[in-house]
């Protein structure tokens, strides 16, 4: 059996946070930010969240009829000892929405489009650690037979 | 149960199916008036000309062959098409002569897929076969 649409997109987004040289961990298996060996951060650990579907164009026209809106989940730790998180975050941040805008052409080639929507922090109250969520929304088409 | 849905049908513009469609509609119409004399008389109104339109929206795609001819008749050409089919599920279709296509919109909007409406006027009758 082929893999899903929504597997290969999460096999892509894999592969480009991979690719981001300031990340140094990507894992699918969370784990808590005290567990992680220093030499990990920033690491980012991937998931793939709620999604919702619906018919997007009268079936017998097109072979792409479904719309998806998937929502992928970044949880991301940056670390500095000094306790100056500010940068380590905003630059992660800045490099994930960079790698998905204009380098990750196996992951856009499967979707519509793949925006950020929200960023969530741990609002400070965490010492020496940054702990956040990246929030996007992955926009893919898919066949009604085939999902 | 004989019901139609989303899931069955197509539009044929030149012999050619049209894809990407979010919606499509077919209205018949049969112009009226009333002879009646004004007063307390009920109307009893007559049937002028029939008529037919299809209105058509689809996800644009340019290089889409009936798209194409859409706009390239509305761009180019005299806008007069020779066949024009509305099928309501795989057997079943309405089958229209010549058209006028009388109206082309694109849009796009934010976080949206482009679109692109036709308004097509029939210019003569139109069958219906099962």
Redesign the interface.
């Known amino acids: 059996m082929a893999d899903s649409k929504r597997m290969q997109i999460m096999d892509a987004v894999l592969s480009a946070l991979s690719n981001i040289s300031t990340i140094f961990y990507v894992s699918e298996r969370l784990q808590h930010w005290e567990e992680l060996d220093g030499s990990k951060f920033p690491a980012c650990f991937p998931i793939d969240a709620d999604e919702r579907k619906e018919?997007?164009?009268?079936?017998?026209?097109?072979t792409d009829d479904m719309l998806s809106t998937l929502t992928l989940l970044l949880t991301c730790y940056v670390y500095d000892s000094a306790g100056a998180t500010r940068q380590a975050r905003c630059d992660l941040i800045k490099a994930i929405e960079e790698e998905f805008a204009n380098r990750a052409s196996g992951l856009n080639a499967l979707v519509?489009?793949i925006?950020p929507t929200r960023v969530t922090t741990d609002r400070g109250t965490i010492d020496n650690y940054s702990i956040f969520d990246c929030e996007y929304a992955v926009e893919y088409l898919y066949d009604h037979t085939s999902p | 149960m004989a019901i139609k849905t989303?899931?069955?049908?197509?539009?044929v513009i030149e012999a050619v199916?049209?894809?990407?469609?979010?919606t499509?509609t077919l209205t018949l119409t049969l112009g009226s008036e009333d002879t009646q004399e004004i007063g307390e008389s009920w109307a009893d109104p007559t049937g002028l000309g029939k008529a037919w339109s299809t209105s058509l929206t689809?996800?644009s795609d340019p290089a889409d062959t009936a798209q194409a001819a859409l706009r390239t008749e509305f761009v180019s050409g005299d806008g007069v098409l020779s066949a024009t089919q509305y099928w309501v599920d795989g057997s079943s279709y309405f089958s229209g002569s010549g058209a006028l296509v009388t109206n082309m919109a694109m849009g796009k909007s934010v976080?949206g897929?482009d679109s692109v409406t036709f308004e097509i006027l029939g210019k003569g009758a139109i069958s219906w076969n099962a």
Request: net charge positive; with cysteine; glycine share 8%.
């Open positions: 018919p997007h164009v009268l079936f017998e026209s097109a519509v489009s925006l | 989303y899931k069955v049908g197509k539009v199916q049209i894809h990407e469609l979010l499509a689809c996800k976080g897929i």
